[in-house]
């Protein structure tokens, strides 16, 4: 049986599972971990990867699966998206030798700093899921042409309809994302808030 590798990549400053702040570590994490659940369950021939900044809180028993980035990349490094993409891609050709993989699938979910560029040239196919508009395509009111090989999620309706035209059949869906909200029960009594502002 075939196995089809699904490398998930998270920014590098956030920890995976984040304590506090973080969305888009929270919402990849649980992914990766469903995905896992589905491979031993029904004998997926999946096998998820997860790439980021790991905190103390990862789930043991898939720490084999895990890739710290702060093992694999400099700080200073990281804040170079160029030689940051250079450093994963080089990992993700490791991964896929390592484990044996037939074919490899990166779920990219950095966002903040146009990386699908980078993957939209390389010989594996991706999907972006963009947890906010990815900044380069501010620029965008045309159409713009990429590979068949790089595809897109939008995390609302509003948001495929808004990106629909620039990016074209490479946007293939949107899927909301998804929390359990029994992690998050309402409470009346108001805690810390984290507001970012851009000028």
Request: glycine content about 4%; proline content about 7%; aromatic content about 12%.
């Amino acid at each position: 049986m075939k196995t089809i590798g699904i490398v998930h990549l998270l920014p590098p400053y956030i920890p995976v599972p984040p304590h506090y702040y973080g969305g888009t570590e929270r919402v990849a994490y649980a992914l990766f971990k469903k995905l896992h659940e589905i491979r031993h369950s029904e004998d997926y021939p999946i096998l998820p990867i997860l790439i980021g900044k790991i905190s103390t809180s990862i789930d043991k028993h898939l720490s084999e699966y895990i890739i710290n980035i702060d093992d694999l990349i400099p700080d200073a490094d990281k804040l170079n998206i160029h030689v940051f993409m250079f450093h994963i891609l080089g990992k993700v050709e490791a991964i896929k030798r390592e484990f044996c993989m037939d074919r490899i699938l990166i779920h990219n979910h950095v966002i903040q700093r146009d990386s699908w560029i980078h993957l939209a040239y390389t010989k594996y196919k991706s999907l972006s899921t963009l947890h906010y508009d990815p900044p380069l395509l501010a620029h965008f009111r045309l159409r713009i042409i990429l590979p068949k090989n790089t595809l897109f999620g939008a995390i609302s309706q509003n948001q495929y309809l808004r990106l629909k035209s620039i990016l074209g059949p490479n946007l293939i869906a949107y899927v909301h994302n998804g929390l359990e909200l029994r992690e998050y029960p309402f409470s009346r009594s108001k805690d810390d808030y984290f507001i970012s502002i851009n000028i």
